[in-house]
């Protein structure tokens, strides 16, 4: 056997399917994006003010542990500082928490229409990923269980989930946790928890602070930061201390630091931005549902629209693209062929998508 000619990769890594990020539109264009969850009011005013005092520094190292941003979200939250784990977006810390605690062998089982990160990260420490079939979209908690083997480390678990919008409820959660082994770990990562509005919704914070074997993840970029890159996680010392032993020194850089910090503590900004997706996510979804169009219900910052057929969702997408409305396409990524998710905008363009979309299913 000769001598390979160039260094190769580990094995499965050339199996891995790359992540497919939202489209835009061309530079120039005047295409509104509606594919990526982007805020639609933009960022908080404090937190660019923050931002920019922190550009004035890049000659400087940043924090190593985010302790600025740590200490806001500990003070907004009621949260031990020490309790936080920061990194470049949640995705950051989804890697760290599937290096450090999947390896050869073992399994990670997640909802079939889950996070499409969620394979990526699992075959990349070299493990294997369960899908689990759902229950109308939604994340089904007897399955996950059934799923789980002496060979199971992990849980991945989006609520509300990317890209359906569903979720599961507090006793749902709990009811999960409760029937895993400790040496599970739950991974709850709630990207999209600022946007919820169901009253039996609870964020993962108090199961992760009870528990010796769940962590809670979250993220600033569908509230206004996804440029600035920034995660955050909660969970007991153990999962803390081992994420920091390999986590990079300075993997949030100083701006971002001071943005999140302000960003956190603005509840006011906060407030509007939950409070314009809640009325145009409802808007959106009773104008659109209908006999040929099915809106899934959301509690995230976009909508899972559903077409009679594959053919129906492509020409839906080529419909909106004309009109200058870039939606997400989710049959490549997800496997929902005749599914668009589009993310909660401006009101004009709101209104603009519901008038191209009603007069498609007027028209068929």
Partial sequence: MSAPQ???????????????PGKSGAPGSQTIKLSANESPLGASPK???????????????????????????????GIDPNAIVCGNGSDDLLHLLAQTYLGIGDEAVMNRFGFSVYPIITKAAGAEIVMVDEVDYTANVDALLAAVTERTKVIWLANPNNPTGTYLSAAEVRRLHAGLRPDILLVIDNAYAEYVTAADFEVGLDLALASENVVMVRTFSKMGLAAARIGW?????????????????FNVNLPAQMAGAAATRDLEFNDRLKTHNAHWRDWLTAELSGNRIRVVPSQANFV?????????????????????????????????DNGLRISIGSEDAMRGVARVLKSMDQTQ
Avoid: C, W
């Fill in 304 to 336: 899972m629209v559903l077409f009679e057929s594959p053919e129906t969702a492509a020409a839906a997408f080529a419909a909106l693209a004309d009109a200058g409305y870039i939606v997400r396409e989710i049959g490549a990524s997800y496997g929902i």
């Fill in 47 to 77: 937190a660019l003010a923050a931002m920019l005092e922190g550009a004035a520094k890049l000659e400087i190292y940043p924090e190593g542990s985010s302790r600025v941003l740590r200490e806001a979200l500990g003070e907004v939250h």
């Fill in 233 to 249: 996680m909660v969970g007991p010392a153990h999962i803390v201390d081992a994420i920091n032993r390999i986590r990079g020194p």
């Fill in 6 to 20: 160039r260094p190769i990769p580990q094995p499965g890594i050339l199996d891995i399917a790359p992540y497919l």
